[in-house]
């Protein structure tokens, strides 16, 4: 099998390439982010398909590894999957690709939104109980929650206020 680099320009493709794994060492990116980059280099289509091919081939980019990267970033600075989902597509990943590294990477979805709720509980200033739901409520929404998600874990906290005796009077 010929390389890509045999069919044009060797030293456009090892610049490209030297370019493109200069940046993977540091982090995953997807083949649109780095298709992205390669063109602001002044690399026309053909030179970008053949670096990518050849970085693919080579397993030194994978638009798996990028999503479940990814993934684990987002949540662990508390995003929901919903938020997530949106970001990745605008990376260029797939519904079916997303699906595929939620079932490899294990993340408990519940716990960060409850994590989460917790502390914007405390940080909320209202003393009405409605509107200081609505605002939890406005706020897992936004960071990209599912709306049982966010129900159960209002509701969590609302137990945990009435256990420990608040009642909404301070």
């Known amino acids: 099998m010929n390389s890509p680099l045999a069919d044009q320009s060797s030293s456009v493709l090892a610049k490209a390439i030297g370019y493109a794994t200069r940046l993977l060492s540091s982090r995953e990116y997807s083949v649109k982010q780095l298709n992205q ?36 970033s987002k949540a662990n600075n508390g995003q ?26 294990e993340v408990d979805w519940q716990t960060i939104c409850d994590r989460l709720a917790r502390k914007k509980n405390n940080q909320i200033k209202e003393s009405d109980s409605f509107k200081r739901s609505s605002k939890l409520e406005r706020f897992l929404l936004y960071r990209g929650f599912e709306r049982e998600q966010i129900r159960r874990s209002i509701n969590r906290l609302r137990e945990v206020g009435e256990s420990s005796g608040d009642n909404d009077q301070q």
């Open 37 to 72: 980059k390669l063109k602001a280099r002044g690399l026309d289509d053909e030179q970008v398909q053949s670096t990518l091919k050849y970085l693919i081939l080579e397993g030194w980019q994978s638009d798996i590894r990028f999503c479940e990267s990814f993934i684990r």
């Open 80 to 105: 929901g999957i919903q938020r997530i989902r949106f970001e990745l597509a605008q990376h260029g990943i797939t519904e079916e690709l997303l699906e595929k590294a939620l079932n490899e990477v």
